[in-house]
């Protein structure tokens, strides 16, 4: 198995940093990017590989997330003290949702329509309902937030926690903190799941992967990386988990059945952000200097 690059795809172009979290609408099969310095998101038809269109009103541009099922993408307005609600078809804003006032990371309960909203000033997380903008709870965090992900199997959030490490456990119902659990590795980062081996692998500044057994939140292994990473994606098909790394620019790929690196290819300084399309088996990889997305796949 091995990333293979088959194509790239320019992008408009910014001023003095780049972009920030990406995901893919599978449905519609377009790729979504927090274009931070312009304070936009940027988006690319995956069929044709070209760029689909440009989404104004997102200053300080950092979180994507795309609903699947339903449709929508939210995208976290940080500099604004907003999350935009984006119509995967028409690109259009359905809604505006007020937060606190630096949110960043999210992660979507479909079952409650339910946005967790992670604020990296005043340190809350806080529930708000996508279809009223409602506040359904706000979450005392131990520290500040980065990345975070819904739990379904049971039915919590789980958010990274820079300093103290660890991964804060969100109950959804009432919202409350429930646990800590303590990673060895300083400064979590990415986070992902996977769900079927009851694991949560946390990238941290450290140098590190970590894997959390789900059931007890206890780290039972580690693998080093090769520097500070950014959000992570796990390929359940391959059993693989990509580890973006900014500096010096490259993916490290992690073999998870064994946790250790399988492959490392290089991308390009800076380029710390990812979004992973799961059905085609492609990695897009930001590219901040050359400002545009390199397509990778993963071949046989």
Known sequence: MALTRVGFVGLPPHRD???DHGDV???????????????????????????AGTIQGCPEASGVLCAQHEGIVFAAARGAGKVLIIDAGSLSVMTELATGP????????????????????DFRARLLSAGSGELVGEVDLPGRP????YDAAADRFLVNIR???????VAREPPRLVDRWAVSSPGPHGLDLDVTGGRAFVASDGGAVS???????REVTSVPIAGQPDAIWYNPLRRLLYVAIGNPGLVDVIDTAVMR????????????TTAFD??????IVFLPRTCGAAIYEETL
């Open 17 to 19: 940093s780049g972009f």
């Open 146 to 149: 980065r990345w975070c992900v």
């Open 163 to 169: 300093d103290p490490g660890c991964v804060a456990v």
């Open 102 to 121: 630096r949110p960043n990371g999210l992660a979507w309960n479909g079952r409650s329509g339910t946005l967790l909203v992670g604020d990296v000033e």
């Open 211 to 217: 894997v959390l057994d789900l059931s007890t939140g």
């Open 278 to 283: 799961g059905p085609r088996q492609r990695l």
């Open 25 to 51: 609408h599978l449905a519609s099969r377009r790729i979504f990017v927090a274009h931070t310095a312009e304070g936009t998101i940027d988006v690319i038809d995956g069929d044709s590989l070209v760029h």
């Open 261 to 272: 690196r399988c492959d490392q290819v290089m991308t390009e300084e800076g380029a710390h």
